[in-house]
């Protein structure tokens, strides 16, 4: 049974661009939410999809945006990146919606510059 | 709006005795509340979780405490061990939040041989 993969791991981008993180679930998961944690911050919730819908959304702006693909993988696109965006972007897989058991990948550092 | 605090940003414990790790919430209708367990360059891992309906959960030597009329959890942790050195985040949702956990800003344990 594999466990939560992100990639990449470490990303530097430039104020303006956009940047796509990607996570592979763990397996039989059909559930995943993401995560941004700040510097000296606890993991804050962007938003979570099931079954390839956003169900649920934490508050971020539309220029956070997902996508969940059949095998559950999953995709978390920024726009317009500002520099405050610089973070630890965790992705967590469950067995559902409403289980309170995530498994969290070791998650992806931006660098906006 | 930090509706989950850890107010001890770090913890020192000798090899052996009781860690004790705080977490406050503000919001009163949050009725689960977990603990993860983060290494650096690992995502989190989770360790215990509680329902409102109990006060107290046990598995080895972690226990968590819950006093709901204090908005008040603890974890604690007995006998410590040098491997417990990790930063401890505990986390919420509630009724009113969806599947959405609110995570504290973590305590760094350090386990002291």
């Known amino acids: 049974e594999t466990g939560v993969t992100q990639s990449p791991t470490h990303l530097i981008k430039t104020r303006g661009q956009q940047v796509t993180l990607r996570c592979s679930s763990q397996?039989?998961?059909?559930?995943v939410s993401w995560y941004q944690q700040a510097l000296g911050q606890g993991p804050q919730f962007i938003f979570q999809?099931?079954?390839?819908?956003?169900?649920g959304r934490g508050n971020f702006p539309p220029r956070f945006s997902g996508l969940q693909f059949p095998n559950y993988s999953s995709e978390l696109n920024v726009n317009a990146l500002e520099l405050d965006d610089s973070a630890l972007y965790l992705c967590?897989?469950?067995?559902?919606?409403?289980?309170?058991?995530?498994?969290f990948g070791p998650g992806t550092r931006l660098t906006v510059l | 709006d930090q509706q989950v605090k850890q107010n001890s940003p770090s913890l020192s414990v000798q090899e052996g005795r009781i860690s004790i790790l705080n977490c406050d919430y503000t919001?009163?209708?949050?009725?689960?509340f977990l603990w993860y367990k983060k290494y650096p360059a690992e995502g989190p891992t989770f360790l215990i979780s509680i329902s409102s309906i109990k006060d107290k959960n046990e598995d080895g030597r972690f226990t968590v405490f819950l006093n709901k009329s204090a908005k008040h959890l603890s974890l604690h942790i007995v006998p410590s061990q040098p491997g417990d050195s990790a930063v401890y985040f505990c986390a919420a949702r509630g009724r009113d939040t969806g599947n959405q956990f609110y995570f504290g800003t973590g305590t760094s344990l350090t386990v002291i041989p």
């Open positions: 967590a897989s469950s067995l559902a919606p409403s289980s309170g058991t995530q498994y």
């Open positions: 919001n009163s209708m949050f009725d689960y």
């Open positions: 999809y099931y079954r390839e819908e956003e169900n």
């Open positions: 397996s039989g998961h059909n559930t």
